[in-house]
């Protein structure tokens, strides 16, 4: 029977498919740079520069394995919805609608990598980070509210905006009669003062 190699450590990484190189994140974990970017690039180069996680389990004698993974579920939506980023305030901005069905592609492509085999509790998940990404589901989604309730959200927060605005104003204001009341009261004193002199 084989004896067991030492596990020295594991580490989670992310490189763009067939694109990995020596580099500071490889630095540190002590394995033979080339070696492992020479086995991810050749394992990944089909998947079009795609990113990549990786989990590198490097052992005491300085091996190591790896396992790659799915590429992130936000870089598939993105991918569904044509988009280069998500919304940055997924509250007031809906960024695009994507499909039911794509939905269901990206959950069946992620179900190795999730801790469920439910095709249902996948496409959940995936609406889940959708949904913080500003991307709304037609056939999931009530979009037609969403995108209501958004107009509504930027509606709040622009009244709310204007409100602190008013009361930031109000309190300079307060502040400078404060001032210039403080001021008429010292004036005020140095003018008795001078009169009482005479």
């Known amino acids: ?15 763009n498919a067939g694109q990995s190189k020596p580099g500071p994140e490889l630095a540190g974990l002590g ?46 939506l993105l991918q569904a919805a044509g988009l280069k980023k998500g919304s940055e305030n997924a509250k007031t901005t809906k960024v695009a609608t994507i499909k039911k069905e794509q939905v269901k592609e990206i959950a069946e492509y992620k179900l190795p990598d999730l801790n469920t085999n439910d ?31 958004a107009k509504e959200a930027v509606a709040a927060a622009a009244a709310a905006d204007a409100k ?12 400078d009669n404060k001032e210039f009341v403080e001021a008429e009261a010292i004036n005020g004193v140095n003018d008795e003062e001078k009169e009482g002199d005479e």
């Open 119 to 149: 095709i249902k509790a996948a496409m959940n998940i995936v609406a889940g980070t959708a949904k913080n990404m500003g991307i709304l589901i037609d056939g999931m989604d009530d979009v037609e509210a969403e995108k209501e309730a």
């Open 1 to 15: 029977m084989a004896k067991k190699k030492e596990i020295k450590r594991i580490a989670k990484l992310q490189f």
């Open 31 to 76: 394995i033979v740079m080339p070696e492992f970017t020479k086995a991810f690039n050749d394992e990944t180069r089909d998947r079009n520069g795609e990113p990549v996680p990786v989990t590198i389990t490097i052992y005491a004698d300085k091996s190591f394995t790896f396992k790659t993974h799915t590429a992130p579920t936000s870089y598939k």
């Open 164 to 175: 602190e605005a008013a009361l930031e104003a109000a309190e300079a204001e307060a502040k």
